[in-house]
Every structure is written in C-alpha cells, then in structure tokens.
C-alpha cells in the first residue's frame, strides 16, 4: 500500500464522521452556502439500525433543509410497529405487553411529528441531500492528524483502499467522530459522568420473520428465556432485525465471544425456531454510557454528537440531541463564514449546548432507573415527558426551567418561536419562514417593523425579513401585544423581543442584531 502525501485546499469548513450527526452537520452547512468537506473511515452509510426514534423538532430541522417528506415516506412503513412486549420468544409465551398509542397530533404545538426508523434507513437520505445541497463526502476516508494555526485546521487523511495520505485544509472542523471521538481525544477534551455501566453487542441478520410475528409488529421486544436475555427489533420488510445482548467482562465474557455460529443460535433461541434460516450480516459492539465532554470547543475544532455527549439509549434522545447540536453549530459557523458576525458568536455553540446534553443525559437516567424498578420517589418526580425534553428546551442567559412543557413556552428569549399555522389547511408553518437569514415576527400593528428589518438589513449586510402575524395567534402563542415583535435566528430561535410599541424599531432592531452577532 502507497503511504504518499500531498495537499489540497479543501473547503471552509471540514466534517470528520459521517453518521447522522456529521452528515446532518454536512447538510445545514451546504443549504447556508458553506463549502464544506465531509470525511468517514467507513465505506458507506451505517447498515445497523441503531437509533430508532426520532422526535418532532428534529423533523423541524429535516423540513428546514427540505428533507422532511423522503423521511416521512421511508418511515410510513414502521408506523404501525406499537407493539411494546415482554416475550420468552417470538413464538412463546408473552409475559407482558403494551400497545403504544399512535403518533399523536401535536399540531398545535410543531408542524411535524415523532416517527419510528432505522438510522440505517435516514442516513443515506441525509446523505443524498448533503450532496445535492453541494456538500462533498468522502467515504472510506479516515482522519489521521490534525494541526490548528491562526487561520485554519490542517487535516492528514488516510484513503482506506489504497493507503494514501493526504492533507486538507479548513477554516474549521466539526468533529462528528463518535464515542470514543480519537480528534477529541487527541485534543486533550475529557468525557465527566458516570461512565460505561453496561457492555452490549447489536447483532444485524436476515431470517424469514413474518410466521413467528403472526402479524405482531414490535416497537421494542424484550425477550428472556435460559438461551437468551436480549432486546429484539424488525423492520418493515420481516426478513431483517437486530438482536440486542449484554456481556459482562467482569465475568470472563468479551465482544469476540460473539462468533457468527453462536450469533445464529442465539437469533434462533430468541425468534424460538430451532431450525430457523438466519444470516448475519454484522455483529456490533457497543457501551452503553453516559457521558458530557468538558468543553465543546478546541481552537476551531468543534465537538457534535456522541464526541461531544453519550447519552443512555433509553427515550431515544442521544442521535436528536446529536442533529440539534449540528444545527445550532451550522447557522453560527456560517455567519462568522460570511463575515456577517464577529468570532465571538462561536463561543455561544458551548453555552448553549452543553446544559442542553447534561440535562438531556440526566433525564436519559431517570428513566432508565424508571424501567429497572429503582427509582426513587424523587427522581420519578424529576423525570420529564419526552416533548419537553425534545422540542421544550431552552437556552440559558435569561432566568427560567431549562426544559419545560412547549405548550407553555411563548416566544421567549432562548426558546423555540412558536409554531403557528400559516394557512387554514395546516400546511405552512411560521417556522417555514425561518433561515437562512434573521426573521421579525410581529403583530398586525407592527407594521414598522417592515421597514426596521429593511433598514437594518441594509446598514449591517445581514438578510432580515419581516412578517405580520394575526392577532389570535400572534397573541396566543406569542403572548405580545399588537404593537409587539420578536426577532428569530436562523434557527428558529429566539434572540431578542420587544413587547410593546418602540419608538425607533429601525435603530432597536439593528442594536439587538449587533449583540447577537457579537459584532
């Protein structure tokens, strides 16, 4: 294998991983015009299914970069998978089950909703539309080094078919490299929390499901006979799942004690058909953790994802905070790219995020100690529903619950803006007006905001919008006057309101753009 380097000018910003977190990162940055390099040591997209859940704001995010129906079409055919079981094989006896309640309309809260589908089935649709937004990826393609200076990162690649070296160059780099994140690492960033508590493998096969399941089809499956303790999940098709088990170390056990042959008979004891044709197509093993790195920056290296925070699978929020955190670095990396915000503005990606991951691997262990029977009256008392975790976070800088009920939030600084329905047959939301430049919503009497947003717009080179809402709903979700408006970033966010007539909006509003873009 040739082992030569050479150099090349690569793009503004260069993404290492290409999960659903870099490839998502990938995506925004393109749709801001970023050109943007990504780079993953596999050949392609991930074959496991691993994250299942993916919950309405990162649907949100989707519909922003113009990706929200491919996902829901490929989802459609898990919708009806309700089934939440305790079962000593698929062909046994069933201990306990659950239906779980179908999506449920949450209209007036988001213009999306919670879907069910295999990461293995979102992220070649994520992928595809990085490359048609104009984001270059480069599989099979591994990050070897890294060097920073005072104007870029320079990046040493390895191509995993031909052993060739080569350099690229960035002005800055999000790291998207996983748990064990080798840049992070590298970087001297330390990982704080309670650690790996658990040692699991996902066993990917192919068998004929369709006889066993006798029409079932299983949200989760937990399956417990003296062959097999595991999880077991299907997809759409019944000729594909993934078995779930733990090991011990501490007992003597490893991941490499899962050989094919016993991957095989342990699919059979768990389906309950001794003679049952299986196929295993890949064994993965995986830690289950918790864990929040220290910082979220390095110099212009930037942590996303499971580099930056492991979350414990249970409620499904580790890859959406993941998405979340890619779409919060996009829009700021962006802005600073354009020169239309000072450098500081990039500080904010850790403020805002990091309580966000601590707070989201907190409640991640409320409920697993609610599953396991051991949680105490107090922390069943702190665990939070899913939605207020998922779509009713906040960012800190103003007094308030960093997670709470979204039906509650109204537009205040650092929470999501409101959703309100544009059009009486609910397909157009406000938060269809948002990115990629800065949005004023503002109530029927606010009609000088319009020319504020042109006036500001001009004098900072920043694109400001500007729109009127109807006084029901402006008043209703927004909880401000008439004379009110709001100003929201490119992401949907918050940053600054007004909640009664001012006398100058052109010089207000062009102050509080000045600020939040530490300009």
Known sequence: MSDTSSSTPTASVLVVGGGVVGLSAALFLARHQIPTVLVE?????SIHPRAWGWYPRTLELFRSAGLEQEVLHAAAGFADHRLNAKVESLTGRELRSTVLPAAEDLGDLTPSRQISLGQDRLEPLVRAAAERSGARLLFHTEAVDLVQD???????VRDRDTGERRTLRARYVIAADGARSPLREKLGVSAHGRGVFRHQVSILFRAPLTEALAGRRFSICQIENPQVSAILGHDDSLTEGTLIVTYKPEAGEAASDFTAERCVQLVRAAVGTPELPVIIRDVLPWDMAALVA???RA???FFAGDSAHVVPPIGGYGANTGVQDAHNLAWKLAAVLHEQAGPGLLDSYERERLPIARGTVEQAQLRLAMRAGFATPEQREQTL?????SLGYRYPGVDGPLFADPASRTGEVGTRAPHVWLDEARTRSVLDLFGPGWTVLAGTCGGGWTDAAQAAAAELSVPVTAHLLPDAPWQRRYGASPQGAVLVRPDGFV?????QDVAEPAKELTAALRTALHR
């Open 299 to 301: 110099g212009r290296v």
């Open 41 to 45: 040591r596999h050949p392609g997209t």
């Open 150 to 156: 005072d104007d870029g990162v320079t990046v040493t």
């Open 294 to 296: 220290e910082r979220y």
């Open 495 to 499: 940053a600054y309101r007004w909640d």
């Open 385 to 389: 529903d899913t939605l207020e975790v």
